[in-house]
């Protein structure tokens, strides 16, 4: 498994797993292709397994470009035919360090980390491992469930 950097031709391979995770999201193709033209506010990255697509990650960070930078775990995504491989957890593991060392590029470090879920989504367990996030709220019947809202604090 390679995880890399999101490119612009990943962007229909990309938008295939973003409509098979997310059945209830219309128009993935729209939703990746102006989500990646925003870099590099919102960043993507990608797990490639024997040459295809399985998984993406897509990081934003907050309410400008800080010296201490609040970052949004905005959507992470794996193939349902890929699932139980590990691959969000490496998601997180890999691309993480990127994001920081682009922060620390222009003298910036990473504060804390946001993540939102449904309340009944498994993944809060990967949220919690990976990045130390403790869930902070819940917000009922926000989109088609609750939603919890977790941030990891002080991730520099």
């Known amino acids: 498994m390679i995880i890399r950097p999101m490119l612009s031709e990943d962007i229909v391979a990309v938008a295939a797993v973003h409509q098979a995770a997310f059945a209830r999201q219309t128009y993935s193709q729209d939703w990746i292709s102006?989500?990646?033209?925003?870099?590099?506010?919102?960043?993507?990255?990608?797990a490639e397994v024997a040459g295809h697509i399985k998984g993406f990650i897509h990081w934003?960070?907050?309410s400008?470009?800080?010296p201490e930078v609040i970052l949004e775990l905005e959507q992470i995504a794996?193939?349902?035919?890929?699932h139980g491989q590990g691959i969000g957890s490496t998601l997180i593991r890999d691309s993480l360090p990127l994001i920081k060392a682009q922060f620390a590029e222009r003298g910036a470090t990473l504060?804390?980390?946001?993540?939102?879920?449904?309340?009944?989504?498994?993944?809060?367990?990967?949220?919690?491992k990976e990045l130390g996030a403790e869930i902070e709220a819940v917000i009922t019947n926000l989109y088609s469930a609750d939603?919890?809202?977790?941030i990891a604090r002080n991730v520099a």
């Not at 989500?35 to 990255?45: H, I």
């Open 34 to 46: 102006c989500n990646f033209a925003a870099y590099p506010r919102m960043q993507f990255f990608v």
């Open 64 to 66: 400008g470009f800080r």
């Open 60 to 62: 934003t960070q907050k």
């Open 78 to 82: 794996v193939h349902p035919d890929a």
């Open 147 to 150: 939603e919890v809202f977790m």
């Open 111 to 128: 504060k804390h980390i946001i993540v939102t879920t449904r309340a009944d989504n498994a993944a809060q367990r990967i949220y919690q």
